[in-house]
């Protein structure tokens, strides 16, 4: 017996965006594509290609352009030998739920302060509000970061801007020496939070002249303080971390 598939009424096929139709071999069918759907493709497709990709949110770029954080620079030279090394110190924005806003600091502060030093020994360091699992911190221990992660500012960039984030990779003096950050160096609460917020971030970022001596211990365990920082004993929510450090020969 011959097949024949097909879709009954012209009503019914209005309502649907495929039909079958048989084709010369008995009990084989294919589906084609209506008239109407093809130029419905072509609309879209055409559409597509004169007006090309979406122009990413440009919120975080403006938020970023926003913020009024200040970094401090400064050259200390050796008053008997002729050695000089460039400390670097920012304070990140707050903006740990735009980590594009985060990122784009970060690299700017980090670009900056690398400018500065040239070749000289480089120390950057500060409050980075980032953990050591955030983009901000793989960035700058990297030097460079996924451009197909939703964390990296060509995604809340303009198109005409072309500025590269990647940065020369800086090691965490506190990682060098331990093997690992700290357990925390913020132990805070707000309001805004049911629990208080416990982890890293404050580093000391060093380029690879420096050999680390020594570091700050700090607490392992917020178990010694009574409630969160800052208190009568710690005068903030962060802990005061340092480092001696050598220059290398």
Known sequence: MRSHASAHGNQRKRRRFYCCREISRPGVVRATLWPRLRRM??????????????????EDYN???LQSNSQIMLE?????YPISFIVANYHMPCQYKRPRVMMMHAALSCQLAQQ??????????GDFNSTPISSVYKLLTAGHFDRHHLDHPKHAMPPEDKWNPDVK???SAYKIKRG?????????????????FIDVLDYIFISDHWDVVSVEELPGTVENYSTPLPNEEEPSDHLLISAQLLISS
């Open 41 to 58: 493709c072509k609309k879209i497709s055409e559409k597509i290609l004169k007006t090309g990709p979406p122009t990413p949110s440009l």
């Open 63 to 65: 938020i970023a352009h």
């Open 76 to 80: 200390l030279a050796h008053k008997e």
């Open 116 to 125: 500065f030093a040239g070749t000289k020994p480089l120390i950057y360091c």
């Open 169 to 171: 990779p800086l090691r």
């Open 180 to 196: 690992k950050e700290p357990n925390f160096t913020n132990y805070s609460h707000d309001r805004y939070n049911e629990k208080p």
